[in-house]
C-alpha cells in the first residue's frame, strides 16, 4: 500500500494550492515527514519537512511561500503552496524517513502545473 498524494492540479503564477498526503499507516512515530518533487528531465528533490516537534525546514526555493503541516491522528501530511511561480511545476511526493530509510513505498504523486 502506498502514500496517497493530492491536491494538485493546474495554477496561474500566484496562486494558491493545498496538497494532501494519506499514509497508509501511522505516522505518529516517524520522526521526519516531507515532501519532495521531481520536474520533468530532474531528479527528486527535498521540499519541505516536518518534524514529530513540528520542527520546519524548506528548500530555500520555497521558503516563505510553502508550509508543511502534519495531523497525526489522520496520519495526513500537508503543504500548503502559495504564491506559486512556474518553477514550482512537478510531480509532488511524500514520505517520511524512519530509521534511516523510507516509511513507506513512494505513491504515484501529484501534478502541480503552475502557468505564467
Known amino acids: 500500500v502506498q502514500l496517497q498524494a493530492s491536491g494538485g492540479g493546474l495554477a496561474h503564477a500566484g496562486d494558491s494550492l ?7 499507516g501511522s505516522i505518529f512515530s516517524i520522526n521526519i515527514m516531507g515532501w519532495y518533487r521531481q520536474a520533468p528531465g530532474n531528479e527528486r528533490e527535498p521540499v519541505a519537512s516536518i518534524t514529530t516537534d513540528r520542527i520546519r525546514n524548506y528548500a530555500d526555493s520555497v521558503k516563505g511561500r510553502f508550509t508543511i503541516s502534519r495531523d497525526n491522528s ?6 500548503q503552496m502559495n504564491s506559486l ?3 514550482d511545476t ?3 511526493y511524500c514520505n517520511g524517513r ?11 504523486g501529484t501534478l502541480v502545473t503552475v502557468s505564467s
Open 18 to 24: 493545498r496538497l494532501s498526503c494519506a499514509a497508509p
Open 74 to 79: 489522520k496520519n495526513t501530511v500537508y503543504l
Open 85 to 87: 511561480k512556474p518553477e
Open 90 to 92: 512537478a510531480v509532488y
Open 98 to 108: 524512519r530509521l534511516g530509510a523510507w516509511a513507506f513505498s513512494w505513491g504515484q
